[in-house]
């Protein structure tokens, strides 16, 4: 972990890292709220939204085309988008989620507890920007599963704990962005069928949204790991194969 502070990361040799540990195909993205609309578009180089869209596409510009991309509420598409970054109430119209029965859900009342799962930020936060920000409140990192797995491995390599993530279904960016910007929390998920269709997230991707001193942990294990030989990509070893000599490299003197 590179840093010019206690307080400040520094981002691009982070990234830069995390690239050279697992080879990440998709740039790796910070997410961020802001105090007003004026301190968001104060950020250099942001770019507005001349259309309406759905928070995942807003991700996606920044992890695919490599913009940032500043949003308030006027620029998403409605409530479900709105609510889960706090820019709009989670109030009892929202909770009844009645636009989802008879589409995602049988009956309201499967659409009404849908809604009352899902992580989102309190209603009354600022303006959202996403893309390259200096410090995000968030790291946003698409990554395969194999991938996914020595990240999370790297988190758990001092201080562990287990990780219990949930899946809500449909509205899946409350499982990532959503629980992360409400908990400061690591927060994994897999990516819903509106992540992938407006979002245009790849099918093999899973997402991970963590604070970018969770990022810095994770890459200091890994490193770790990776001296241990424990490390992206991992290579298979053969089903048929004598499993004494693979394993022994890692456990022969223990």
Known sequence: ?????????????????????LR???TVIGMKLFASAADMEAIPKIRRPNAVHTTDQI???AARLGWTVGITADDLVGAQCRAVIGLA????KWLAGE???????????DARKRQEALDVVPFGQYPLASGRLDPPDICLVYATPGQMIILINGLQYTGYKKFEWGVV???????SWGRALKTGEPSLSLPCYAERRYGGVPDEEMLMALKP???AKAIEGMKALAKNGLRYPIPPYGIQSDVRAGMGVSYAKK
């Open 99 to 109: 636009n989802y029965v008879g589409v995602w859900h049988g009956t309201a009342e």
């Open 59 to 61: 991700v996606s510009m």
């Open 89 to 92: 109430p989670q109030d009892e």
């Open 169 to 175: 279904g449909e509205t899946a960016c409350a499982d």
């Open 24 to 26: 990440l195909k998709t």
């Open 1 to 21: 972990m590179q840093q010019q502070s206690a307080d400040r990361i520094d981002l691009a040799g982070l990234v830069a890292d995390l690239n050279s540990l």
């Open 213 to 215: 001193s969770h990022l």
